[in-house]
């Protein structure tokens, strides 16, 4: 929020990561027996817990968002996106993710990115299931354009702690970006700063 009372989007988003697996990576990109054994490695690290049906929302979740995102800005060079966060999320709070790649939002043309408001998956989840219907807020179930995210901020805010005081928004801890386009990311993939 500015000096004015006015929402605005943050300057900055963040790809978390873990360095063992490299930066920048979408897991609906490899096979379900290869996404299987990197989520049951994950599992095994006791560094997060990964529901049974994990692979299977994150596939359907994914199918949604790339139909959006062509309904919206058209078919993207990517088939599976990059995902960060909107703002600065490199507080090593995810063990199974410790590192992080801070960028510039502007480093990414808008036609490269879409949002969601929460993450893609509790989105895609409250737009859509019927016993989440009374949780559901108008923006949930939809993507947005770097545009109509700037309109939807404005209008509502960010998330920040509202979805601890907030029953309604109990939902919306993260804005999402999904990148379509890795020509940004060239040059950037690197591995965690010193501790």
Known sequence: MDD???YRL???VTHNYDPARGAFRNLCSLSDEAAGAVLA????SGLRAIKPNYLARRRATEIWLLSERTKKLGAPKLRYP?????GDMADGLDASRPCSHVLPLAHFPAETITFTYPDSMAS???GFRADL???RLPHHGKIFTLDELDILVRDTGMPADRWRNEPRRRHDRYIEMQLWDDAPLCGLEGSCPPA
């Open 4 to 6: 004015r009372g006015v």
């Open 10 to 12: 943050p300057a900055i």
């Open 41 to 44: 490695s994950i599992s095994a």
């Open 82 to 86: 990059v995902y960060f966060f909107l």
């Open 124 to 126: 895609y989840l409250l």
């Open 133 to 135: 219907a009374c949780e």
